[in-house]
């Protein structure tokens, strides 16, 4: 393609960024027709899209004997949707990476040399196969190029890996064209590519506005006009630094010399620097930083098995989609984003959803996040110790093991390599076991049906990344976009109000760690909570006959409906310290009677509210529970109360309110339970009592006056379940003569 550079000089930048793409060495795809639109069916958790998929297109009397690409997340589910279609009639064959088996169909006799080539960012193809007249001695009858020259129509299985990865060709030959792609799960994780490269590469104006940047004298985009630098210079020198493959190696070197040559050569570093120079081609005329460039002061690297610090550049790029935009695309997904795989696909996406009914009993833990510093804290110094959360956790996972047949436990790795080191975990035909309770990790879940007869499920803490992790992906995926973004960097996630969903109508809340941008949330919410539901749907609740049994031990919310809200030390029948709601339901759990006063808790239960003063707070937090979440903001806890709790503090900003602390190990160290939202208050009403104390019970409330009582009369609540005479029962309770007692209509 011939360009007019002087005509371009004056053409807006999308347009002069849209011709410099097309003189890119690779680009996707050239094609004059529009993309074709994508499908994207979005469904509860195990209703089987994917043997339902497969089963569909084995059916139809085209696509049976047509080509059909499908990506599965693992090489596991590749084999298991391959018998699938093998079991239903089509051909279907599973696409294997180079490996070191000899019995597989990827099998390459010389995989050492092209893992060392794919690290040293060569081509593959070129470098160990066939170049130039050289030709690899295994050519002709290597399994792994065997399977790319089928050209017989098929049922083809990859990893999710080759959505990003070209399909290689021997001789020009390749697979037949697709007449449909079926992507099943999420790849929002593996669309970004990380580059880098030492920043003492750079040279000119880019190094000085680059060390301008890192030295927080200017942004690099203003660092950059000022030195005349514009998107035309940029691609130049893009195109300029495209790396070239090497002569050095070929095909037909030794596997000894191939070895030793390629431990000096690595064009990462020019791959890096090409797209340090796209990026900024990209976005130097946008109104507003570069998003897709990080520069990092004193990064600790690796250089020839040594670590040393550099100052390091850093590209966020997005990895290619390399299906045809000519291809029909289906997405299977539970937890599909039309934003993100519009962004990822590079083409118009229409979504369609489909919800079931999912059987079971919910229990989610309000008191404590479960954070992989609190579950790991004695686990540092000692492998063989467990900190007090995970001791708890250890507590439940053996209740629900001994209550049940068939328990399992997902918890995030760290905590599984954990408990290996501290020999708590026992090995069972490659499966991990912990009190009987089958053990695996976020991770190693989706698309597995193999728990579906399992009837409870523990999923311990959640799956969140670094804030630095999500923004990588959030810069590579939109930094071509003129929007501002914003970034959580290395500091803590902020809080933010968010909601449970409780059955029966019942609302609460609490605050949870979210993304700055809404759009940094979409891709935190694909890793965190949708690996949450995920888990959940391991247990294929959609065809159970009875309620399985849910417990999460985590209190950030999820899309699902919870049943009861408890706190951990309640959960693991732990004493810790407790703090105002349990001990109000503790009074509740003994008598089934709770008066509604200052005066009258410390008479009642003169052990669990020493004084006054002990009730009233009882009773505020009570409130704080049932009323509005636009009542006042929860007190922050007291530096001196919070050193004794061990009560971690953030480091907040000038005008920012204190979040409450957590520490994960009793209710004590919460700071406030979930402020409600809603919910009627504390009179009347049967929504607020079940979230509260987690049971249907039969509670009403009443009025009462003591004998010579003046002003207002009290209240209390009374469980009729219990108390045939309910007037009787508070007069013994309070040790004190009722003059007058009436229930309340409820409104």
């Keep these: ?65 047509r080509e059909i690409h499908y990506y ?11 018998h699938f279609a093998r079991q239903s009639g089509l051909r279907a064959q599973v696409i294997h990476g180079r490996t070191s088996l000899e019995d597989s169909t990827g099998y390459c006799a010389r995989y050492k040399v092209a893992d060392a080539a794919a690290k040293a960012g060569l081509n593959v193809y070129k470098t160990c196969c066939k170049y130039s007249g050289k030709i690899c001695p295994h050519f002709e009858t290597c399994p792994y190029l065997q399977q790319w020259a089928d050209p017989a129509p098929a049922f083809r299985v990859f990893n999710h890996q080759y959505v990003f990865l070209p399909k290689p060709k021997r001789d020009g030959h390749g697979l037949p064209q697709a007449a449909l792609a079926i992507v099943d799960e999420s790849v929002v994780t593996k669309c970004s590519a990380d580059l880098s490269f030492g920043v003492d590469r750079l040279d000119g104006p880019f190094r000085d506005a680059v060390e301008d940047h890192l030295y927080g004298r200017r942004e690099l985009s203003d660092g950059l006009v000022e030195r005349g630098v514009d998107a035309l210079w940029a691609w130049d020198c893009a195109e300029a630094t495209e790396p070239s493959d090497t002569d050095e190696i070929t095909p037909e070197t030794s596997d000894k010399d191939a070895l030793k040559a390629l431990k000096d050569i690595d064009i990462n570093e020019a791959i890096a620097k090409a797209a340090f120079f796209r990026a900024i081609a990209c976005e130097i005329e946008f109104a507003r930083p570069i998003y897709g460039i990080t520069v990092v002061k004193d990064e600790p690297v690796r250089v020839n098995g040594k670590t040393e610090h550099q100052n390091r550049v850093h590209v966020h790029t997005k990895r ?12 299977l997904d539970a937890d599909a984003s039309q934003i993100l795989n519009k962004k990822i696909f590079n083409r118009p996406i229409e979504h369609t959803e489909i919800c079931a009914k999912q059987l079971a009993e919910t229990t989610q833990v309000y008191s404590t996040s479960l954070s992989n510093y609190t579950l790991l804290a004695s686990t540092k110094q000692s492998p063989s110790n467990l900190s007090r959360a995970l001791k708890k956790v250890e507590a439940i996972v053996k209740h629900e093991a001994a209550a049940a047949h068939r328990v399992l436990v997902v918890l ?3 905590i599984e390599t954990a408990l290996r080191a501290a020999r708590k975990l026992e090995i069972a035909t490659k499966d991990l076991f912990w009190h009987g309770a089958e053990v695996v990790h976020f991770g190693a879940i989706r698309g597995q049906d193999r728990w579906r007869s399992f009837n ?34 290395n500091s803590r996630f902020p809080l933010e109000l968010r909601g449970y969903r409780l059955r029966e109508s019942a609302t ?44 999460i031990l985590c209190s ?12 951990l030390d309640d959960l693991a029948q732990t004493s810790g310290r407790k703090g105002p709601i349990a001990r109000i339901r503790e009074a509740v759990e003994r008598v089934g009677i709770l008066p509604f006063g200052a005066r009258d808790l410390p008479k009642a239960f003169p052990d669990l509210f020493p004084s006054i003063w002990a009730a009233k707070d009882a009773l505020r937090e009570l409130r704080r529970w049932l009323e509005p979440a636009a009542t006042e903001r929860p007190r922050s806890t007291p530096r001196s109360a919070a050193k004794r709790s061990g009560a971690h503090h953030t480091q907040m900003n000038p005008g920012e309110s204190q979040p409450p602390s957590q520490t994960g190990c009793g209710e004590a160290n919460t700071g406030t339970p979930p402020p409600a939202a809603n919910a009627p208050g504390l009179k009347g009403g049967e929504h607020q009592i079940r979230f509260l104390f987690g049971i249907t019970p039969h ?20 469980d009729m379940s219990r108390h045939a005479d309910p007037r009787r029962a508070l007069t013994d309770l309070l040790g004190e003569e009722i003059q007058k007692f009436e229930f309340i209509q409820p409104s």
């Excluded at 999500?470 to 071509?480: A, K, P």
Aim: charged fraction near 25%.
């Design 556 to 567: 950030v919310p999820v899309d699902f409906t919870i049943d009861e809200l408890r706190s």
């Design 1 to 65: 393609m011939k360009i007019d550079l002087e005509i371009l000089e004056h053409a807006p930048i999308t347009q002069r960024c849209q011709a410099a793409y097309w003189q890119n060495p690779w680009p996707p795809e050239v094609i004059d027709q529009p993309p074709v639109p994508a499908l994207q069916i979005k469904a509860t958790t195990g209703l089987g899209k994917t043997r339902l998929t497969i089963a569909e297109v084995a059916d139809d009397p085209i696509l049976q004997s």
């Design 320 to 331: 290619e989609c390399q299906i045809l935009l000519s291809v029909p695309l289906l997405l």
């Design 412 to 414: 995030p790795k760290k």
């Design 72 to 82: 599965a997340p693992d090489n596991a589910l590749a084999a298991e949707a391959a």
């Design 508 to 551: 609460a809340g609490i605050e949870s760690s979210v993304h700055p941008h809404p759009k940094g949330q979409l891709i935190l919410a694909q890793i965190r909570e949708c690996e949450t539901t995920q888990a959940i749907g391991r247990l294929r609740l959609v065809h159970a006959d009875k309620p399985k049994r849910v417990v």
């Design 456 to 489: 409870t499920i523990v999923i311990v803490g959640r799956n969140e990344p670094p804030g630095s992790e999500i923004d990588h992906i959030l810069r590579s995926l939109f930094s071509d976009e003129p929007s501002p973004l914003k970034f959580a960097r």
């Design 699 to 718: 509670f009403r409330t009443a009025v009462f006056r003591r004998k010579g009582q003046r002003g207002k009369p009290s209240s209390v609540l009374i």
